[in-house]
């Protein structure tokens, strides 16, 4: 599962990537159109719109599965460690709820009611148009499902962004280590290749350079 996560906050970040250049472009077409050519364009309006509801509903479920929403945890951190596992176990099953109820069903019910209204000037219609609700709900209940079955193992539910972060300083302080070691071990190859002190010959001994001379 942690696989197809990853795959699918791949796809949200290419998603609103592009979501969010088109929708510059069209909102500075309609500004242009408008305040130059003063004659704005009729479906740039409704367009906006509509990309606004994708893109933010995409947004918010990319940033739900990276675990990097806005949280009160003040109580969580407070409480003793039965409390907190039986506390993030209840967030995690009320976001699913929430996600199948309202998002899931209640989208799929607004489109019902909607689905042969048309849009002006549009080949779709609103309820098409809808269809962001259940879409992102199913992706959400999708990862808040995982997330629960997580809290339920006892497994910390720490954000991804934090979790990469540490394993990179990890291995950074590894590879630094390591490089450490080899400069060290390298001064000490170059001292006795250029006539260092061997430690065998005793403290009164001098290099062989010295005695050369």
Not at 73 to 98: E, K, S, Y
Not at 165 to 174: K, L, M, N, Q, R
Not at 191 to 212: H, I, L, M
Request: include cysteine; hydrophobic fraction near 55%.
């Amino acid at each position: 599962m942690l696989l197809i996560r990853e795959g699918l906050l791949s796809v949200l970040k290419v998603l609103c990537i592009v979501l969010f250049s088109v929708l510059v472009l069209v909102v500075v077409w309609q500004v242009f159109t408008r305040q130059v050519l003063g004659a704005p364009s009729p479906w740039t309006t409704v367009t906006a719109q509509y990309m606004f509801v994708w893109l933010s509903l995409f947004a918010a479920t990319l940033v739900f599965g990276e675990r990097g929403h806005i949280a009160v945890d003040f109580l969580a951190l407070r409480a003793p460690g039965v409390a907190r596992h039986v506390l993030i176990v209840l967030v995690q099953g009320c976001t699913l709820a929430f996600a199948v109820l309202v998002m899931v069903w209640g989208g799929i019910r607004g489109m019902s009611m909607s689905w042969d209204q048309v849009i002006p000037g549009f080949p779709f219609t609103v309820g098409l148009m809808y269809l962001a609700l259940p879409v992102t709900g199913l992706m959400i209940a999708f990862l808040a499902l995982e997330d629960l079955v997580l809290a339920v193992r006892g497994d910390d539910l720490a954000p991804l962004e934090e979790t990469d972060d540490e394993a990179a300083e990890s291995s950074g302080a590894a590879a630094a280590a390591a490089v450490v070691q080899d400069q060290g071990q390298g001064h000490g190859q170059n001292y006795d290749q250029g006539g260092g002190v061997d430690p065998a010959a005793g403290p009164g001994s001098r290099p062989d350079t010295e005695k050369e001379h």
